[in-house]
């Protein structure tokens, strides 16, 4: 069940919290064109979503927690702590993950302009093939329903 076990719930609110981050992140960057909106907001979105093994200590002697969570959360601790052989390697998983995450922000920019201008032929083909119906109707503009 979801709600007796701790770890589901907690991975559920982070993925809930971080969608709510990226979502407003990309409507705060309203003011910047669509290419750096995307490769920011992925970018960030590679960094809070590429997960990472950690190992605690316990407090008896030889005893560990490991586990799954992000990243950028291990490699925080792991900067706290001062533990420079945990660091590096999630650090360098959190560049990466930023890296993937910015390519996919690029991709998504190049599939979109790529769709839209496509789009954009289609209409002026149609529009070309156009002429001879919009004729009979005037200039083209909206025309008044007339009774009678």
């Known amino acids: 069940m ?8 907690l991975w559920l609110v982070y993925v809930v919290l971080s969608l709510v981050v990226l979502l407003t992140g990309y409507l705060g960057l309203g003011f ?9 907001t992925w970018a960030v979105a590679g960094v809070m979503w590429t997960p990472s093994h950690f190992r605690l200590p316990l407090l008896e002697e ?3 927690y490991s586990g799954f969570a992000p990243a950028v959360m291990v490699a925080a601790v792991a900067f706290l702590e001062q533990n420079r052989e945990t660091f590096l390697p999630v650090a ?4 990466v993950g930023a ?6 922000g690029l991709l998504l920019w190049w599939r979109g302009r790529h769709r839209r201008t496509h789009d954009r032929d289609d209409v ?14 005037g200039s083209g503009e909206r025309q008044e329903p007339v009774i009678g």
């Open 99 to 104: 890296g993937v995450g910015a390519l996919l």
């Open 62 to 64: 030889g005893e560990f």
């Open 92 to 95: 360098l998983l959190v560049i």
């Open 32 to 40: 910047l064109p669509r290419l750096p909106r995307l490769v920011i």
């Open 2 to 9: 979801l709600m007796s076990d701790s770890m589901p719930l």
């Open 124 to 137: 002026v083909d149609m529009d070309d093939e156009a002429p001879a119906a919009s004729g009979r109707r």
